[in-house]
């Protein structure tokens, strides 16, 4: 190796982490500018950093100089460019020139002392660090250049690390990273690549992961998305395996009282990645434990804590952020070791929402989750590994095991992408989103069920779970412009049954729900009837089974139902907070409740179930009071514990005021008093007997809602799930219109608010107009129909002259 030149003699070679900060990207990259910021502005406010610094930008040039490699580089890009040479031929040259070349003298040097440097500030001789690459181009609020340079862990002794540092320099040229800069516009001699020499945290034996300080689907701006796995963090950001997920609420992080977590769903964590013992690889992938794969990576504290961290994050960076954590399994404490900016949701307009509608039902082939909010169709494409991706077929969907950053050439040109494995932080997800091709990933065997060649439809435009169809179906798109949507003085809510499409709607101006369906949850998510969790030794053994494989991590069975039911609605409710979300108890029927897992066991067969035994008398019965008992824990739970205070419970079908003051009783019996802690009760008005004594039952209620269906049901003795009498059905009946005139007058006279959620005004544009003539506070319809219902409400307002 020659001496340093006097101009190289000059450059800064090497920062330490903590004299960096986000105004040095042109020196260190934006990975190592973003670490230099956490550790100089962050740490002070709790955020922990392990130390580490970086070689700079000028040091890969004057590497490049040291060796004459950037004419030798230009030979090969233009050989690639002028089709003399391929893709692969030129990326593997490149980087042979790299991995060939030494460094200058006084560089290694400083590169030397900086880690013995480290070294002695862990208290050992050589500290275990993980070496990354960090572009000068990268990590900017237009790409994110995911994973296209290497990264490498457990990387021990002054060798090993100026080792891996040219290797770091030889990734800015595999064929993925030449591919992307072409993608993006970049030259390639124009991004220098800087390398950061980062204490490892030990997460082999801890757990990692990633998280986003914006719902990376939705855009949703108030929720923390966190993926966690045990080990290394590798698994989550390449997408090997499915990691927990963890939505939390940022608004109400604020208050200490509060642990607002409103999603946690337990990933399979099939494998991890940890640190090799012996051999040339420093790191290799295990099996996981059983315990391990049912057990959650993360408590709700260390969730909650993390969140606190990505909204600090977030604010000080003043845009919504891409963030990777670790947790030190001998220690127990959190870092965070990787920050960025989040490059898609944040340029998208807030103020036009597209919306894609399926216009055909299908076969359901695979799901998993969905990428994007969008839908497309084309012919599989089955490719398993990156030696074969020369084979993929423009605009056909790419199904295969996962995706790295050697995939990204076919994903931009494919129509739609679907993955076995990998999560909504994956790199497949993470550059499926980039590039706005919608994705289902994780479906575990795509690759086995979907046959190459056959002609499939992809939505993501269902909530958060992807379905992949048999058959190219029809769909439409539709986009409206959110800042010319009319202003109304009745309030326009929405009603909404799935938590997970709740984030979707987000953008509405909805003036909350109007009608959150528990039955949803319960028969979606939960599945399992709730008497069955009191009283398991009932359950058949079958069922039995299935109830302790469902409910595995729960010491009480019981606590699986509150849980799921309470984070449910928590989700249902954030979109819309502070607004009024109100909340319906739950409304099966005997024989819908049969179907529930365990649900024989406590039902009884009934002639007329849609008349018998089913809303607010199953509350107080001997026979439903236990199972009441834990809808009730759960909405206490919302409120108090998670802190949703908008949350406002509603009673169905209740016949008489003394069924009425039965369910009031029984529900203060279990912590919800209204009034307390600001507890609103609402009633559906549905029966004819809520209008006739609406005065009385008004004493006893905040508010009515009025189920249209069942009162139009009961005003006109007609079965609403009767195909031979669907002609006499109709909201619109002068009998049906004259009950609902009496009650809003009734409502209004006793001071209550009084709202409908039936489906009556999303369908029928000429009833909303009815409603508001007759002075209705509020109206809910269904989120599909509320852009369209909107400027109906707004004319009729002003036909009548009640302007918002």
């Not at 002794?157 to 540092?165: F, P, Q």
């Not at 040219?166 to 800069?181: G, N, V």
């Not at 077929?393 to 739609?416: F, Y």
Request: with cysteine.
């Amino acid at each position: 190796m020659t001496a340093p030149s006097a101009t190289s003699a000059t450059r800064v070679h090497v920062k330490w982490f903590s004299d960096t900060g986000i105004g040095d990207i042109a020196s260190v990259g934006g990975k190592n500018a973003s670490l230099g910021e956490l550790s100089r502005s962050l740490q002070p406010a709790g955020v922990k950093v392990p130390e580490g610094f970086a070689t700079t930008a000028d040091a890969y040039r004057s590497f490049l100089e040291h060796n004459g490699l950037e004419p030798r580089i230009r030979d090969c890009i233009a050989g690639y460019q002028e089709g003399r040479t391929t893709l692969r031929q030129a990326g593997a040259a490149i980087r042979e020139l790299f991995l060939a070349a030494g460094f200058p003298d006084g560089i290694a040097a400083e590169i030397r002392e900086h880690y013995r440097d480290l070294s002695q500030r862990a208290g050992q001789e050589q500290v275990p660090v993980a070496v990354r690459s960090s572009a000068t181009a990268e990590d900017l609020p237009d790409a994110s250049f995911a994973g296209q340079q290497e990264t490498f862990l457990n990387v021990s002794g002054e060798r090993a690390v100026l080792d891996a540092c040219r290797r770091c320099y030889a990734s800015l040229f595999t064929d993925r990273a030449i591919s992307y800069r072409d993608i993006k516009g970049y030259g390639h001699l124009n991004v220098a690549l800087s390398v950061g020499i980062q204490r490892m945290v030990r997460s082999d034996v801890g757990a990692s992961g990633v998280m986003f300080s914006i719902d990376t689907e939705s855009g949703f701006p108030h929720a923390v998305l966190i993926s966690a796995a045990w080990g290394l963090g590798e698994t989550v950001v390449q997408g090997t395996i499915n990691p927990d997920k963890y939505q939390v609420f940022k608004p109400l992080l604020a208050d200490n009282r509060f642990t607002p977590v409103i999603a946690r769903e337990t990933g399979a964590k099939e494998r991890k990645m940890v640190y090799s013992h012996g051999g040339s690889a420093l790191t290799r992938m295990v099996d996981t434990t059983e315990r391990e794969r049912t057990a959650l990576v993360l408590t709700d504290a260390e969730a909650v804590l993390l969140a606190r961290w990505a909204t600090a994050v977030e604010q000080h960076y003043g845009r919504p952020m891409d963030m990777e954590w670790a947790k030190d399994g001998l220690t127990g404490e959190l870092f965070m070791v990787q920050a960025r900016p989040e490059t898609v949701q944040a340029r998208r307009s807030s103020s036009t929402f597209r919306t894609y509608h399926l216009q055909q039902q299908g076969h359901v082939l695979a799901t998993g989750a969905a990428v994007g909010d969008s839908i497309a169709k084309g012919a599989v494409c089955v490719i398993r590994d990156a030696k074969d991706i020369e084979s993929f077929t423009d605009g056909s969907v790419l199904v295969t095991r996962m995706t790295d950053p050697d995939w990204v050439p076919v994903m931009k040109r494919a129509a739609g992408i679907v993955t076995d494995h990998g999560g909504p932080t994956s790199h497949a997800a993470i550059v499926s989103r980039e590039l706005g091709v919608p994705a289902v990933v994780g479906t575990g065997n795509a690759t086995d069920t979907l046959p190459h060649g056959a002609p499939i439809t992809l939505s993501c435009a269902e909530g958060e779970e992807g379905r992949v169809y048999e058959g190219l179906l029809e769909y439409t798109v539709e986009d409206v412009d959110m800042d010319r949507l009319p202003a109304t003085r009745t309030d326009v809510m929405v009603n909404i049954g799935s938590p997970a499409a709740a984030f979707k709607w987000w953008r509405l101006p909805a003036a909350g729900v109007g009608l959150a369906r528990m039955e949803f949850i319960i028969s979606n998510l939960i599945r399992i009837h709730p008497m069955a969790l009191v009283h398991p030794e009932r359950v058949a053994d079958d069922e039995a089974a299935l109830i302790r494989q469902l409910t595995r991590g729960y010491d009480d069975p019981r606590e699986y139902f509150v849980d799921t039911l309470a984070t449910g609605i928590a989700k249902i409710a954030a979109p819309f907070h502070p607004k009024p979300v109100i909340v319906r108890l739950s409304d099966f029927k005997s024989n819908e409740y049969s179907h529930l897992i365990g649900g024989r066991s406590f039902e009884h067969p009934e002639e007329n179930p849609m008349l018998g035994f089913r809303g607010a008398s199953r509350y107080y019965s001997e026979d439903y009071r236990e199972g009441f008992a834990l809808e009730c824990r759960a909405l206490k739970r919302v409120r108090e514990q998670i802190g949703f205070a908008n949350v406002v419970v509603m009673v169905p079908f209740c016949r008489t005021v003394h069924e009425a003051d039965q369910v009031i009783e029984a529900m203060a019996s279990h912590g919800l008093v209204r009034g307390e802690a600001g507890l609103q009760l609402y009633m559906m008005c549905e029966i004819p007997s809520n209008v006739v004594l609406a005065d009385q039952f008004a004493r006893r209620f905040d508010g009515f809602s009025i189920g249209s269906n069942d009162l139009t049901q009961l005003v006109l003795g007609v079965d609403r799930d009767s195909e031979q009498l669907a002609g006499l059905f109709d909201e619109r009946d002068p009998a049906v219109s004259a009950m609902i005139a009496e009650a809003i007058s009734k409502a209004h006279a006793a001071g209550i608010r009084i709202g409908i959620c039936g489906q009556g005004p999303s369908n029928h544009p000429e009833l909303a107009e009815f409603l508001v003539g007759q002075g209705i506070d509020s109206l809910s319809l269904n989120p599909d129909t509320y852009l369209r219902t909107l400027p109906v409400i707004a004319a009729a307002e002003q036909r009548l002259g009640r302007r918002a």
